[in-house]
């Protein structure tokens, strides 16, 4: 009998705190005796050893034991779990965005060579597992007090966003901002060449590879764009964190739209903006797909100005009304 | 899916377990080890398991609510709790708490009078 006891207690014992071990254990035997010896005296015999062995059960896991010997905290309480969850949510989208986006640009510019796709789509995993165990770090810091986290508590209504109709022109949501601000992260890293291009300057077509060659207008504007860009984020990071901030945000929009129309107005005289060369193709063919290319492109510089133009006239109004 | 049966017994031990506590410190102005104290509650129809007795019991002590002491009884060294004086203040106070909320909830809890304020 004893030596399931001690073994029993040799193993909560071994969970437990050094300085409080000895005393805790002297009292969980003086539990279990009694326990026995009320249990003996019902029956009228001694237990045997199946016996003892169910008690013991009864008691519990010694690691369950144990634990309840431990300091009360769970790893993020009840008061932090929401934000947690909406962080995790958050960062989810991120890491989605952040691989669907450059799937997509392979799926469109790399004609069948699914690898890239998945490879890209692979890379989610460990990025999304990261974000969440550093958002559960951050959070555990936050529930024991490591970090201040003020921010929970003091906030304020007005600064949530504006109950709106959604189909509004040009009406966003949180998540719209988030989608903004990883795809022109991801612009800023290939621009900046810290992310590579997902197929490089060269794009595979059914009828073989073609290179891509940019304008040196490009490199003129190298920093127009990055700036854009910048402004960009800036305004998708206030829709996320701030979409009260109407005011401000309208504001970055303008100063997006207007670095928009001049960096077209630099563009459209310097067509054509991108030269192709496929050794594959015939010259014709190559002719022909070089005139689709730069027409496009003119279209598309035309879309980007009306659209510009527009946001200059929405958000104009919204700094004016305020919301 | 939950059943009836495991949303009543979860909102019971909600319900219980700061009752519990009240129970603990009441039965401790007097005396006592942990199994006599499990014993004492269960005569007066308060049943807690011992796995979360003697955690509760340390936890009390560590916040200053009880005093405890290692002494020989039956020839077995046993661990000896009782109400501190912080211990009693804090239990006359919590006692005039459990008393107002009981007051309150009392005429909450009477059964709703029959149909009468139906319309037609």
């Known amino acids: 009998m004893s030596d399931l006891i001690d073994r029993y207690l040799g193993a909560v014992a071994a969970l437990l705190p050094k300085a409080s071990r000895q005393d805790i254990v002297a009292e969980l035997r003086d539990l279990i005796v009694n326990r026995i010896e009320e249990r003996e005296a019902t029956l009228g015999r001694p237990l045997d050893k199946r016996e003892i062995e169910e008690l013991l059960r009864e008691i519990g896991h010694p690691i369950a034991v144990a634990g309840r010997y431990g300091p009360h905290m769970a790893l993020i309480g009840p008061e932090i779990y929401p934000f947690w969850l909406f962080g995790v949510k958050v960062l989810l989208a991120v890491a989605a965005l952040a691989a669907i986006i450059p799937a997509g640009v392979a799926l469109l510019t790399a004609y069948g060579d699914a690898r890239l796709v998945f490879r890209t789509v692979t890379d989610f995993i460990p990025t999304a597992l990261t974000l969440v165990g550093a958002a559960t770090l951050v959070a555990a810091a936050i529930e024991r007090g490591w970090i201040k986290a003020d921010g929970f508590r003091n906030w304020k209504v007005s600064e949530l966003p504006r109950v709106s109709d959604s189909k509004a022109l040009f009406s966003r949501s949180r998540f719209d901002g988030l989608f903004e601000v990883v795809a022109t992260l991801l612009f800023i890293g290939w621009w900046t060449r810290v992310v590579e291009f997902p197929t490089g300057n060269v794009i595979t077509t059914r009828g073989g590879e073609v290179a891509l060659t940019f304008s040196p207008i490009f490199q003129t504007l190298y920093w127009p764009i990055l700036a854009m860009a910048v402004v960009q984020v800036v305004s998708g990071l206030i829709l996320v964190i701030k979409p009260g901030w109407v005011r401000a945000r309208a504001g970055v929009e303008i100063i997006c739209a207007l670095i928009g129309l001049a960096i077209a107005a630099a563009l459209w005289p310097a067509m054509p903006l991108v030269t192709l060369v496929a050794p594959e193709a015939t010259t014709a063919g190559l002719a022909n797909l070089q005139r689709t290319v730069n027409l496009s492109l003119q279209v598309a510089l035309c879309v980007a100005i009306a659209i510009n133009l527009l946001k200059l006239i929405v958000d104009g109004w919204r700094l004016v009304r305020g919301r | ?120």
């Open chain 2, 1 to 120: 899916m939950p059943t009836d049966t495991d949303i009543f017994e979860s909102l019971r031990q909600e319900l219980r377990r700061g009752t519990l506590i009240l129970a603990v410190l009441a039965q401790l102005r007097e005396e006592r080890y942990g199994y006599s104290l499990r014993q004492a509650l269960s005569s007066v129809g308060v049943e807690i398991d011992e796995g979360a007795l003697y955690p509760m019991l340390r936890r009390l002590e560590a916040q200053g609510l009880l005093a405890s002491e290692w002494r020989e009884e039956d020839k077995r060294k046993k661990r000896f709790y009782q109400l501190s004086s912080e211990g009693r203040a804090v239990l006359a106070r919590l006692a005039d708490e459990w008393r107002a909320i009981n007051a309150a909830l009392e005429p909450l809890l009477e059964p709703a009078p029959s149909d009468g304020h139906h319309k037609g």
